[in-house]
Every structure is written in C-alpha cells, then in structure tokens.
C-alpha cells in the first residue's frame, strides 16, 4: 500500500479553494480535499500582514506530492503559495484502501 498525506495549502478566498480542490479530486489526484477558513498572521515584503484566507486540506498518496503542487502552482494567484505535506502516520486500511482506489 501507498503512504498515505495530508497535503495543506492556503488559498486567497473561498472560490479559488473550491476552484482548485475540485479540480484535484475531478484529475484524480486526491480523494478528497476539505476546505475552511483560517485567519493568517505572516510576514510578507517587509511587514507584519494577516488576512482571512482559506485553507485546503488534500488527502492522498505520497507519491501524487509533485504532481499535487504542479497543478496547484498552475492554478493559484499567489506568487509563493504554502503547499506543504503531512505524513499521516496511522491510517486505517480501509481508508487507506479507499484513498488508493480513487487516485490510483
């Protein structure tokens, strides 16, 4: 069995969130992807700056990681978006059967 992740990226707003997760799901590079929103504090061009933005948890293989980002780096209007994966440690076999099945 493939090592299953969790694949977080932060989005600008809800409907590029949606936009994007669906097209990961849809091209069969996540099973599922789940979307909600996060208050963000980062420093960014010299100044301290928050925003609300959203984010986008993607549940998947290791494997689709760069593939996962290419899309993702297509589709984003950010210049460097977060695009970072968890491991996810234990994980049941029939979850880990069902994330195989789709994005196989």
Not at 42 to 64: D, H, I, N, P, R
Not at 70 to 79: L, W
Request: hydrophobic share 40%.
């Amino acid at each position: 069995m493939g090592e299953c992740v969790f694949i977080y990226i932060t989005c600008s707003g809800l409907e590029e969130a949606r936009r994007i997760g669906r097209t990961l799901v849809e091209e069969r590079l996540a099973a599922c992807v789940n979307i909600f929103p996060v208050n963000s504090i980062y420093f960014w061009e010299g100044e301290v700056k928050g925003a609300l933005e959203f984010a986008v948890v993607v549940k998947t293989l290791e494997e689709k990681f760069r593939d996962v980002e290419k899309k993702v780096r297509e589709m984003h209007s950010y210049d460097n978006p977060c695009i970072v994966s968890f491991e996810a440690k234990e994980v049941s076999e029939k979850f880990l059967g069902w994330i195989e099945s789709v994005v196989s």
